[in-house]
């Protein structure tokens, strides 16, 4: 028996040095998206700047401040962002070792370092500038804190459990609902047992204390998120006014279904119907494991104790209920999002899989993950370190000139990365669309000139980089405001990256 738990444990550390530097693999490059680019922009300015611009944004604060914390280190390193993104999914994996196996067992937590690991999802967002993995993370924390609490409601436990309530709550607003919804089901359970135990015995506290605990936590979690509790309301009502946001449909549920197995969202790394069969595969081998542990006579005493892979799985739940309630009146839905959630998933896929899954079946559905995931990052790494990437970058700075202009409008997503790789060179958004953003994209730099006007231009005298995506749609509205005398053209070239598939249309002009 020893020899057999000593080996699961050399399995687990292997699967753990290997997982780490595979999802390595594809993050050590330079291009960047829309959603990036604003990241990038982020970490360079002061904690009182992030408070400010930040709370016009859609997302809480917590992760620009620990980019500004590596900014401070580095300066702007886009290596050093990336592996930020990459830290918090080999801690979570680890957390496999460290906790879950120490909670729940070593096959769950080996199971659980492994689809951390190797879940395609995982791989495609491993170095992704954004704060999901960090969200990931802290909520997975959370829940593991919370789950010891009502086992053992220790201090220890307690304070871990607030901190990661506040962490969370800091970090996305996903991880807020999320840590809502557990505080509830916590203050729910210590209730229940008060009310049970006073029935038992009238002088009984041992529940009546953890009550006490319970409100000092919330207390000192609500204290803690006060600061940015004002921001709140004014930055969901921006995430739900997001043109990327559309209200709830089953396109959308299978689209979270989809992207939960795969990461498939803007980018395409699994077939369709591959990446539907692969969850369905899975799902209905965890079905098979629920039914057997929960339903069968003789699992019922099992059954009282082992609940936590319901829990986890129905807080899942709990907090896609909760948004798509809010998504009838303001749309919050989106796929993205649920990846704050993905440690809970995880942990939901490994403990069935532990306790009732058949080795072979286990084995079978590790192999097809490996595969698929191969499939990805293979994917991922093409598209990452495709040569395409850095063409517009190195077009522009060939001929670049520290006076020179760089100008993008609603449209340019392009433009706005472009803008993160000239950061000392002034930059104009016009914003064409009226989107009113104005505070919240001075992260695209202080000096970044914000227009509403092509009026506005019609005192600047020279060169411009005019930056569009499908077609020359800016370039011919400059040509068509100021004329062909006023406006010379001194070169042209198209461009498209792998890297999300952006497309460049540069000009660049002589404004006289």
Request: one cysteine or more.
């Amino acid at each position: 028996m020893d020899n057999t738990k000593s080996n699961i444990k050399f399995i687990h550390i292997g699967i753990l040095i290997v997982g780490i530097l595979f999802i390595a693999l594809s993050i050590f490059h330079t291009s960047l998206w829309f959603d990036e680019s604003y990241s990038v922009g982020m970490a360079s300015k002061s904690f009182l700047a992030i408070y400010f611009i930040g709370r016009n944004d859609v997302h809480p604060i917590l992760y620009y401040y620990i980019l500004h914390i590596f900014y401070l280190l580095f300066g702007t390193n886009l290596y050093i962002y990336r592996l930020l993104s990459m830290i918090p999914l080999a801690i979570l994996s680890m957390i496999g070792y460290t906790h879950i196996r120490k909670d729940f067992g070593e096959k769950v937590g080996l199971l659980f370092s492994f689809f951390t690991l190797f879940l395609p999802l995982n791989c495609v967002y491993s170095g992704e500038i954004r704060m999901y993995t960090w969200a990931m993370l802290f909520v997975s924390l959370m829940a593991i804190y919370a789950y010891r609490v009502y086992r053992k409601a220790s201090y220890k436990n307690w304070t871990f459990f607030a901190i990661f309530s506040v962490l969370s709550a800091y970090i996305h607003y996903y991880s807020l609902a999320t840590a809502f919804i557990i505080n509830l089901i916590l203050l729910i359970y210590f209730i229940k047992k008060a009310i049970e135990e006073r029935k038992k015995d009238s002088k009984s506290k041992i529940y009546t204390t953890e009550l006490k605990c319970f409100t000092i936590s919330a207390i000192s979690q609500i204290f803690l998120y006060s600061p940015w509790i004002i921001c709140v309301w004014q930055q969901i009502l921006g995430l739900s006014n997001g043109f990327w946001i559309s209200r709830p449909t089953l396109k959308l549920f299978l689209e979270i279904f989809i992207f939960q197995f795969t990461g498939n969202l803007d980018v395409k790394y699994v077939n369709e119907t591959i990446a539907i069969l692969y969850g369905a595969i899975i799902l209905g081998y965890l079905l098979y494991c629920i039914v057997k542990m929960h339903f069968k006579k003789e699992k019922i005493e099992k059954r009282k104790t082992n609940n936590a892979g319901a829990w986890a799985i129905g807080v899942y739940f709990m907090v896609m209920l909760f948004i798509l309630i809010i998504s009838i009146k303001k749309p919050l839905l989106y796929p993205r999002y649920f990846l704050t959630l993905t440690g809970l998933f995880i942990f939901f896929v490994s403990f069935y899989m532990a306790n009732e899954g058949k080795k072979c079946f286990t084995l079978i559905i590790s192999v097809l993950t490996i595969i698929i995931s191969i499939t990805v990052n293979y994917k991922i790494i093409k598209i990452n370190y495709a040569k395409s990437n850095n063409e517009p970058i190195e077009y522009v700075k060939e001929d670049l000139r520290p006076e020179d202009m760089i100008i993008f409008e609603n449209e340019s997503g392009s433009g706005f990365v472009l803008s993160m790789h000239f950061e000392d060179i002034q930059n104009c958004f016009y914003d064409a669309k009226n989107w009113n953003v104005e505070p919240a994209y001075k992260a695209f730099g202080e000096d970044l000139l914000y227009i509403k006007q092509l009026e506005e231009l019609k005192d600047y005298k020279g060169r411009m980089w005019v930056i569009d995506a499908d077609d020359y749609i800016l370039y011919n509205k400059l040509i068509e405001k100021y004329g062909q005398d006023d406006i010379t053209l001194l070169k042209q070239s198209e461009f498209e990256t792998e890297y999300h598939g952006y497309k460049y249309k540069i000009s660049l002009i002589n404004k006289k």
